[in-house]
């Protein structure tokens, strides 16, 4: 490991025309590759100790570069109302925002969107449902998860008796087509409920949208569409009276997609609700690009989207893109297998809080215990998800997310924190406008700093690139690594004050790349722990 380390730094230096002796590794001192340094920490200083001024507010990243600026919508998370958000609308709704965070980053004007699953057969089984055993009281405590245990029952009933299935069938069509105001008063009070809840969970995530729509929304549309693509002759009638687009692939058009838009007794489809919010989508923001950060699973879904607004002639398909993601799998709390996203979030925050009340570093008071342990509770959730690939299903782990040391939230957080403390307990000022002194830094640990920081822009591009946050996290371990050396190698109390201002100035500039990308990738850089 130290030897690859090694070979890493020199062939890293080598491209800055910095010079070392292969056999020790000892920085040798010739004046060209001191200019270099010192060139490189001033270009630095005055670049990066200015990143905190693009901030409007702590929780805002405001700046980027008119050249990228382009409209795009990106839709994430996504969750169906009258359910508690799952586990499984995670990686959706974090990868999504840090997608969002980026494209903002690069100067794009970004609408974030939520588009919610509040239309289909699912609400004919959860209002008869409701009406045999939901319980008042029940839903005013806890809506989300009443509703959801009134659905499991409902959908067992479903399952073993016919003419359950009838009436839930029956039901929704009297909210689809609006023929009973007590059926639709009833889904708009669980809508209301459910909303709520959301919005104060997203609250605790850190997550924003610019707007909430839903499916609900394009039930009149769909029909629109269907009518339309009846009358180009892209529509067939199954057997059973359902229809069905009949389109060629967009990627191969030799190849026929036959679909179902519209069930038999005349209610639209997730499809057919889709094409309508997306034709909907062009017309209200013109934009110039669309990503949905959806799973994998539902890539024919998006094919079949995209094919039949191919064939209505409409080129918006090309800019439609969805962004792939895998699944989490094992994912559960000490109670058991995790279905609820709360739960997860809960457990998270109550082991953090375990590990600061038994810290003896810990330097906050016990009126921010609470606050920090959830913070740090959903930075482990989330740098354990970043740490894989977004295409990559894998495995949660509990004791790996939470560890403070190693490649985790909590220790990138506590990184930050500690220089944080840093320029807080020095006792001299940040002079960003101070001479460069190089030799304060020309150590190895120095040097493997400032290349770091150095590789900033480019890491950025790259994760910008792939969309791709396992870059940006990846860089973020480095670069911690790097910093908690630099640390240890470079004082600054009882340094003369050219020294102690260089090097202060040197770990201002990674604090605030540190803070920059934690806010990228959904994060709140915590000033203390």
Known sequence: MVLRIKRQILSQFRQLGLHFEPSTLR???????????GELLSELSQDLSKLTSHYRRQDEIEFG???????????????????PFHVGNLRSTIIGNCVANLLKFKGHNVIRMNYLGDWGTQFGILSLAFDN??????LKKDPLKHLFEVYVKGNREIESNQSWREMAKERFSQLEFKTDSKVLEQWNRFRDLSLHELKSLYHRLGITFDF??????YCDSSHDIVNVLQNRGLLEESDDGALLASVPD??????????????????????????????????????????????????????????????LGNPIYKEMKHLKFGRILGMSTRKGEAIFLEDVLNEAKGRALEAIRNSPNTKIDKDQFDKVSDILGVSAIIIHDFANRRLKEYRFNWNKALRMNGDTGISLQYTHARLCNLAKNCEIEINPNCDIFVSAIDTLEGRILINQLAMFHQVI?????????NVLTC?????????????????IKGEKMEIAQTRLLLFNCARNVLSTCLRLLGLYPLQSM
């Open 27 to 37: 920085v040798l001192p010739p004046s060209e590759a001191l200019n270099v340094a």
């Open 65 to 83: 570069n008119e050249n990228y600026c382009k409209k795009i919508i990106v839709e994430y998370s996504s969750p169906n109302i009258a359910k």
């Open 133 to 138: 055993y939901g319980d008042e009281e029940q």
């Open 212 to 217: 909430y729509a839903s499916e609900s929304m």
């Open 250 to 311: 967009y990627e191969n058009s030799s190849q026929t997609i036959r679909v179902p838009l519209i069930k038999n007794d005349g209610s639209t489809l997730y499809l057919s609700r889709d094409i309508a919010a997306a034709l909907h989508r062009q017309e209200q923001y013109q934009f110039d690009r669309m990503y949905y950060v959806v799973d994998s699973s539902q890539s024919k879904h998006f094919n079949n989207l995209k094919s039949i607004i191919s064939a």
């Open 461 to 469: 591009e790259q994760t910008y690139e792939m969309l791709e946050p």
């Open 475 to 491: 860089y973020l371990f480095d670069l911690k690594a790097a910093i908690n050396r630099a640390n240890q190698e470079l004082t």
